[in-house]
Every structure is written in structure tokens, then in C-alpha cells.
């Protein structure tokens, strides 16, 4: 019972510029700037369900190495896929100065992190209703907890690293101001990056805890065997 796991969240990266004139500044350098804004959404979907795919289809999803876990049993009963979202808008305010060199002002910064599109799969050879169909379910409901906590946990620190960069960094006085741009992004990136290596890792530490081996073991006596009796039918008959 695997859910999916995109090795990075990048997938969905986002960047927005807005470049506009802002009030004069000292000819001598830039004005002060208050703190800048870390607008942080969390996004987890309500998770749906499909309970139409069979064994063989199951497997495929699993398969799926750059978005899920590494298996640890044969036969995957059960998975929670979704689509990871990482987006971050910065819009900048460049003020071009009289004696060349301009400053570049960051208002805000926009990110969302999360997760859509999620939904748990049970293979159809499990009937609904059954023991083995609550415990399938109950066994995901577990990898979605992990999922959402991390996301708790994680959505704040990113928010915090943002913040102390750009109250050091909100400001820039440079000669070319898309060069100014460049160097801000580059730096958000890379702290993102960094925070979410840290979340991806925790992450899958965390569900290897809910895949353990004794936890394996248990759900495969629970139901009076009935989930390792339709592993073993799918085994000996294949898709």
C-alpha cells in the first residue's frame, strides 16, 4: 500500500516580475524598505477515491519510480497518487537612479506549496465493504497524515528562511536591474530548494515508519489473511 512521492516539488515553478516606477529616491542610494511581505498558502486537496482499478493497474501506478517510494512488498494493494505544486510569484519595483545604477525593491512574495489532485486507489479486487477493504483504506488514510503534517510543518520554515533573507536582501542597488532580478530569484530558488530537499527526506522518512515490516506483517494476518489470499491469486494468475 505505496503512496506516490515526487522526488522535487518544483514541478509547477512560477515567477512573476512587475516592474514599475516607484516615488523618487535620495540620489545618494535607496530609500529604507519595510519587511517584506511572505504571502505562504498550504494547499492539500480533499482526497478523492477510485476504487475501479485492478491489481495490474494498481502496479502500474506504483511503478512509477520518479513519484513514488521504493516498494517494499511484492504486491501493491493500494496508493495514494497526487500532484505535487510549488509556485512563487516576486514582483519587484525598479527605480531607475540619475546617476546610472538603479534600485530594485522587492513588495512581496507569493508561494504556494502543497499537493492536488489527490486520490487514493484500491485495487477493485478488494470488495468494498469487506475488513480488508478498511484496513487498505485505513493504511492510506495513514500515508495522507504524514503528508499533511509535513506540509504543516514544513510551509512555516520556508516562510521564516524567506523572510530573514529579504530583510537582509529586499533591496538592491545595481547597475542593471533584470541582473538585480536574477540574483533575487536565484537566491529564493535556491532556499527553496533547499527547505524542500529537507521536507522530501523527512517525508519519506516518515511513510518508510507507516511501510514497516511489522506493519506489513499485520495486515497480512488481520481480515483472517484475506488481503495475503488475494495477493496470492493475483501471484498464481497474473493481470
Request: hydrophobic share 40%; charged share 25%.
Amino acid at each position: 500500500m505505496r503512496r506516490r512521492l515526487a522526488p522535487s516539488l518544483a514541478t509547477a515553478l512560477c515567477l512573476a516580475f512587475l516592474a514599475h516606477p516607484a516615488a523618487a529616491q535620495d540620489v545618494s542610494g535607496c530609500n529604507s524598505w519595510p519587511d517584506v511581505p511572505v504571502n505562504l498558502q498550504p494547499v492539500f486537496d480533499e482526497p478523492k477515491t477510485d476504487f475501479s482499478q485492478n491489481l495490474a493497474a494498481i502496479q502500474l501506478i506504483a511503478s512509477d519510480r520518479q513519484h513514488s517510494i521504493p516498494q517494499y512488498h511484492a504486491i501493491t494493494m493500494g496508493i495514494t497518487s497526487y500532484r505535487p505544486v510549488l509556485e512563487f510569484r516576486v514582483p519587484i519595483v525598479v527605480q531607475e537612479e540619475p546617476d546610472g545604477l538603479s534600485c530594485a525593491y522587492v513588495q512581496h512574495v507569493d508561494v504556494t506549496l502543497g499537493y492536488r489532485d489527490v486520490t487514493v486507489f484500491i485495487a477493485s479486487e478488494i470488495p468494498q465493504g469487506t475488513c480488508a477493504f478498511d484496513e487498505t483504506m485505513a493504511h492510506e488514510q495513514k500515508h495522507i497524515a504524514v503528508n499533511q503534517n509535513i506540509l504543516e510543518e514544513f510551509a512555516p520554515l520556508i516562510e521564516e528562511r524567506f523572510k530573514a533573507y529579504l530583510k537582509l536582501n529586499g533591496v538592491s542597488r545595481v547597475q542593471n536591474p533584470d541582473y538585480a532580478k536574477q540574483l533575487i530569484t536565484e537566491r529564493l530558488k535556491s532556499i527553496m530548494d533547499e527547505v524542500v530537499d529537507q521536507m522530501i527526506a523527512e517525508n519519506m522518512r516518515r511513510q518508510r515508519e507507516v511501510d514497516s515490516t511489522d506493519e506489513y506483517a499485520r495486515l497480512s494476518r488481520v481480515c483472517n489473511g484475506e488481503l495475503s489470499s488475494i495477493a496470492d491469486r493475483y501471484r498464481r494468475l497474473g493481470p
